[in-house]
């Protein structure tokens, strides 16, 4: 009897923390975080291996460069701006913005430039009309891609 008194406090204290977690996690606004913060980030991908194996990513976050373009039924990062040009969208996956990151970022900023990416890959969503290779959903970080 004397056991079973002396875990209950133990039981309590560990439910109590993992509540405490869990409400830290949630209220984690990850679009303000760097993204060396970002630690589930499954590795950074170039489109070319998106390409030619989505289905290894398929479920993974993951960052990714290229060159993005937005509009009405055509939002997309695509492998280089002339696959844009050339309407190659075999070379370009669905972009899907987190609605954090839409309310801090002006969008048009980024569009019809080379960014910087990081959303979670899905290759069973394929965009408008399932013309595109997949779908990068819950996009958390958004940054030009400059070289200069």
């Not at 509540?19 to 990850?30: I, L, P, R, T």
């Not at 589930?40 to 993951?62: C, F, H, M, T, W």
Request: aromatic share 10%; net charge positive.
């Amino acid at each position: 009897m004397t056991r079973k008194w002396f875990l209950l406090p133990i039981l309590l204290l560990t439910i109590s923390l993992n509540a405490c977690g869990q409400k830290k996690k949630d209220s984690v606004d990850e679009t303000e975080m760097k993204p060396y913060q970002l630690l589930d980030i499954q590795e950074n991908v170039s489109l070319v291996k998106l390409i030619a194996n989505p289905e290894k990513y398929n479920g993974k976050r993951i960052q990714v460069i290229g060159y993005l373009h937005l509009e009405f039924e055509g939002n997309a990062i695509y492998l280089h701006e002339e696959d844009f040009k050339r309407r190659i969208s075999a070379n370009s996956f669905w972009v899907e913005f987190s609605s954090k990151l839409t309310k801090k970022r002006d969008l048009n900023k980024f569009n019809d430039k080379y960014v910087i990416i990081i959303g979670t890959f899905n290759v069973n969503e394929k965009g408008h009309m399932r013309m595109f290779g997949g779908t990068l959903d819950d996009i958390v970080r958004l940054d030009l891609w400059d070289i200069k």
